[in-house]
T-cell receptor
Framework: DAKTTQPPSMDCAEGRAANLPCNHS???????VYWYRQIHSQGPQYIIHGLKNNETNEMASLIITEDRKSSTLILPHATLRDTAVYYC??????????????FGQGTTLQVKP | NAGVTQTPKFQVLKTGQSMTLQCAQD?????MYWYRQDPGMGLRLIYYSASEGTTDKGEVPNGYNVSRLNKREFSLRLESAAPSQTSVYFC??????????FGDGTRLSIL
């Protein structure tokens, strides 16, 4: 599975969009980009995932560059409850791959009033 | 709809004691995982089970054993606990490209 690089911390004002970047320059063609977050040492929570097209759900949007070497998670209107550690994970599928996740250090997002 | 249930939520052990952490999921997922998380760190995979009857080592398997009892249950055993195993332990399950669902964790302290 490809390695990811994220900034260690970011701040965002409440009500504004939070844009969390992730670099995954060694991503291969069958690998997806997943985003999870962890609030107060609770179990990680799935946010969104994508392969090459941009994706949107009720929680966030995921923008993946055309070369797939980087992506951005967008929380459109951040609230105080979005303060968490956000993990960007690249995960492969196919025969021989069991879908296990490799967590890095993530980005600590602090949403401020 | 419980999802992934871990027991116990908290435990304190003495060095050398043994303990089994329990995990059960009700989503009919084939794959299950055990992670540990040390303070200020991301999660690290201990063991996983791609399907009932199979288990494989992850990044940090030393000092642990696992049992995939059936499709629902995946237990983690510490045979002789050491202070270095003080951590928060998370169990997760998944199916195909479906995202992994995590339990609330077991906070384990070893004195």
């Amino acid at each position: 599975d490809a390695k990811t690089t994220q900034p260690p911390s970011m701040d965002c004002a409440e009500g504004r969009a939070a844009n969390l970047p992730c670099n995954h320059s060694t991503i291969s063609g069958n690998e997806y980009v997943y985003w999870y977050r962890q609030i107060h040492s609770q179990g990680p929570q799935y946010i969104i995932h994508g392969l090459k097209n941009n994706e949107t759900n009720e929680m966030a949007s995921l923008i993946i560059t055309e070369d797939r070497k980087s992506s951005t998670l967008i929380l459109p209107h951040a609230t105080l409850r979005d303060t968490a550690v956000y993990y960007c994970i690249v995960r492969g599928y196919g025969s021989g791959n069991t879908g296990k996740l490799i967590f890095g250090q993530g980005t600590t997002l602090q949403v401020k009033p | 709809n419980a999802g992934v249930t871990q027991t116990p939520k908290f435990q304190v052990l003495k060095t050398g004691q043994s303990m089994t952490l329990q995990c059960a999921q009700d989503m009919n997922h084939n794959s299950m995982y055990w992670y540990r998380q040390d303070p200020g760190m991301g999660l690290r995979l201990i063991y996983y089970s791609a399907s009932e009857g199979t288990t494989d080592k992850g990044e940090v398997p030393n000092g642990y054993n696992v049992s995939r009892l059936n499709k629902r249950e995946f237990s983690l055993r510490l045979e002789s606990a050491a202070p270095s195993q003080t951590s928060v332990y998370f169990c997760a399950s998944s199916e195909g490209r479906v995202s992994q669902h995590f339990g609330d964790g077991t906070r384990l302290s070893i004195l």
